[in-house]
């Protein structure tokens, strides 16, 4: 059943390695460039960020984790408390298992109880049109993510395999709700190519969810009674800094980069790639043990994304946003033969 699935999901991620092997996000080809000389009084840097006309403290998404199984509740009301305390974006898990067993709709409904100002992320599947409106009214969402995972779908034993007439399904749910829609993948990245379709659809904001973090392969892969098509498949995708330049260069939606994203120097990087935003979702999990260990993990978060935009010289989310880096590697590699010129980056 689809609440069990869940709860082995939460426990998977929580108790085993299920993070990329032999790939890396490509942050480590990315280098802002050291300003020793950074003219700016640290504790002014100013974090906050508009999403939507929303004003948020920091850049910092919490991204889709759960809800749908009794013990998610809990775990969805810590993460409430803490990016409301915080002033950060939301995302909850899918809310199919809610909509279908509406005994389950308080998993969900307890982020808006405990957050009742934060910027909330609803989450369903792209052929899951019918379930839209429902989804947008339980959570009291001001953002629906539709999620694209055909990784995950691929390997998960009972696996939903037919993925035709998607993109007909986000342009219809993009027209039906009235709120932004946005598109995420769950950590095999997005491309340029997509990118482009999705916002053809209708879809205005994209978070990429690049490899290099968790790996939903590896997660099946311990739900599966054969490995090999796990483990075949466990660092499949598009490392999280390349889709972050594929999609903001192909798209002026605004973006969020993640998957992988494990520190305020990777979102610095992410953010001087042409990012909006960033977003986490295993670290957040791992830390929901209670509301001070989230509230400290965000502060230590910001104040490593605050350190590196000292480093740089920049005062404000848009001053690093035209940052200099340097892009090296196969990062830059794959970039070059993508027909990207990196060298845009490095003198701005
Ligand atoms: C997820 N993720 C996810 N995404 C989604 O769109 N709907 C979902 O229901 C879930 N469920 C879920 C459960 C758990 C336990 C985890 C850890 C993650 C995927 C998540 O939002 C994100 O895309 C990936 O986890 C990659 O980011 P990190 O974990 O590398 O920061």
């Known amino acids: 059943m689809i609440s069990d699935r869940k709860l082995e999901h939460l426990l998977i991620c929580k108790n085993y390695d299920v993070e990329f092997k032999n790939k890396k996000t490509g942050f480590e080809d990315v280098e802002l460039i050291h300003k020793a000389l950074p003219e700016i009084d640290k504790n002014d840097i100013d974090l906050s960020t508009s999403v939507f006309g929303k004003k948020l403290d920091s850049p910092l998404f919490i991204t889709a984790i759960t809800g749908g199984h009794p013990s998610a509740k809990a775990i969805n009301k810590q993460l409430?408390?803490?990016?409301?305390?915080?002033?950060?974006?939301?995302?909850?898990?899918?809310?199919?298992?809610?909509?279908?067993?509406?005994?389950?709709?308080?998993?969900?409904?307890?982020?808006?109880?405990?957050?009742?100002?934060?910027?909330?992320?609803?989450?369903?599947?792209?052929?899951?049109?019918?379930?839209?409106?429902?989804?947008?009214?339980?959570?009291?969402?001001?953002?629906?993510?539709?999620?694209?995972?055909?990784?995950?779908?691929?390997i998960q034993p009972e696996g939903d395999l037919d993925a035709r007439g998607f993109l007909d399904s986000i342009n219809q749910i993009t027209k039906r709700v009235d709120i932004p829609v946005m598109a995420k993948e769950t950590g095999c990245g997005i491309s340029a190519e997509v990118a482009k379709q999705l916002v053809g659809a209708g879809v205005s904001y994209i978070d990429i969810e690049g490899a290099g973090g968790t790996s939903w392969a590896a997660v099946e892969t311990y739900r599966a009674e054969d490995r090999y098509l796990g483990e075949t498949f466990w660092d499949w995708g598009i490392p999280t800094a390349i889709s972050t330049v594929e999609v903001t260069d192909a798209v002026d939606v605004p973006v969020v980069s993640s998957g992988g994203i494990r520190s305020g120097l990777e979102a610095a990087k992410a953010i001087a790639l042409g990012a909006d935003s960033v977003g986490m979702a295993l670290p957040f999990l791992k830390h929901s043990v209670s509301e001070e260990q989230l509230t400290t993990f965000i502060d230590r978060f910001n104040d490593s994304l605050r350190i590196a935009m000292f480093l740089v010289g920049a005062n404000n989310i848009e001053e690093l946003k035209n940052s200099n880096l340097v892009i090296s590697g196969k990062t830059r590699e794959w970039l070059n033969e993508r027909g990207i010129n990196t060298k845009k980056y490095s003198r701005r």
Do not use: F, M
């Open 80 to 154: 409430a408390i803490a990016a409301e305390s915080k002033n950060i974006a939301l995302g909850v898990g899918s809310q199919r298992a809610a909509i279908e067993h509406p005994e389950l709709a308080d998993t969900y409904t307890v982020v808006r109880k405990n957050a009742p100002d934060c910027l909330l992320v609803g989450n369903i599947g792209a052929p899951q049109l019918e379930l839209a409106d429902k989804a947008v009214e339980i959570l009291d969402a001001d953002i629906l993510a539709i999620h694209l995972n055909p990784l995950q779908e691929s």
